[in-house]
Structures are given as C-alpha cells and as structure tokens.
C-alpha cells in the first residue's frame, strides 16, 4: 500500500553501541564496577540506550536531506536525552549491585555528546537506505 519509508534502525544500534562503549573506554567519570562482568554491564547499557531510544525517536527521517538547523536542533535533543540516560544507566547499576557507573552530571554530559555524535556519524556515512514497496 504505497511506499515505505526506509529503516536506519542498524546505523542507529551500531552508533549507540559504539558511542556507549567508546564513552566508557575513554571518559574517566564512566567505568564499570561492581560484581557484573564487562561484557555484561555493556550490553546492559546499550540495551537501556536502545530501548529509551526507540521509545523516544529523536533523529531526523534522512540526515543527508534534512535542513541543518533541523539536525542541530536534533542534536541538542539528543545530547539532553542521552545525558539523562546516563544518568538512568548509573542509577540502574546501582540498585543491581553492579554496571556502567558515572560519576556525575559532567561524564554523564560528556558521555550524552559521545553516543549522541557517534549514532549522527553512523547515520551519515552508511549508505542511503532505499524504500521498499508493500503490497
């Protein structure tokens, strides 16, 4: 019934991934504590990213055709978002003994601008997703 409007869903999970990992590698107000493993706490913050990020759809339909004053407004959104997941994240760890630990409302902002830039990133240099039609 007419065209679809195509997913960046892959380019978005990758970029989250990557952004929570790469803030949590190199800003030293996020680390991972407790009795949960690395590889655990990571993907338990992912899966928080992702979830409130699916819930909360704050990126442009096309990042290539959107006005630029559309994406940095975007972007701000973005980095509020992420920054309060952080948060979210941190606090969650807490209450299960364990995770992604942040160590204040600067790493959290820090760590928002990370993820937030990397998802934009991957967005921009994936290829263009081409709509499919349904029947």
């Not at 993907?43 to 290539?64: D, G, H, K, M, T």
């Amino acid at each position: 019934m007419g065209n679809r409007t195509p997913s960046n869903k892959p380019q978005r999970l990758l970029g989250t991934a990557a952004g929570v990992c790469v803030a949590v590698a190199v800003l030293p107000g996020i680390a991972v504590e407790g009795q949960m493993s690395k590889a655990v706490s990571l993907f338990f913050a992912v899966a928080v990213f992702v979830a409130a990020n699916q819930l909360i759809y704050s990126y442009p339909e096309s990042i290539r055709t959107a006005p630029p004053l559309m994406v940095v407004v975007l972007a701000l959104i973005g980095f509020v978002q992420d920054t309060l997941l952080w948060l979210l994240v941190s606090w969650l760890a807490g209450t299960m003994g364990g995770g992604v630990d942040v160590d204040g409302f600067v790493p959290a902002l820090l760590g928002g601008m990370i993820v937030r830039t990397a998802v934009l990133v991957f967005l921009t240099i994936a290829p263009a997703p081409r709509a499919t039609a349904s029947d």
